[in-house]
């Protein structure tokens, strides 16, 4: 059983394949991060073009 255990402890056929599923889960979860970020960047983007776009069309409309 100990023979058993030893080896299983010291094999290393398979721990490329997690450390490569470990590096695409953290890229996965940074892009996630970014676009969620840009999310609410784009929003405000938009809110604050609305708004000037809003005002130039009430002062075109006084003219």
Do not use: C, H, P, R
């Amino acid at each position: 059983m100990t023979n058993i255990l030893k080896s299983f402890w010291l094999e290393e056929t398979g721990q490329d394949l997690i450390e490569y599923a470990l590096l695409l889960a953290f890229v996965a979860l940074a892009a996630a991060a970014i676009f969620i970020q840009a999310g609410a960047t784009l929003k405000g983007i938009w809110s604050t073009t609305n708004l000037v776009l809003s005002n130039a069309n009430s002062v075109a409309a006084t003219s």
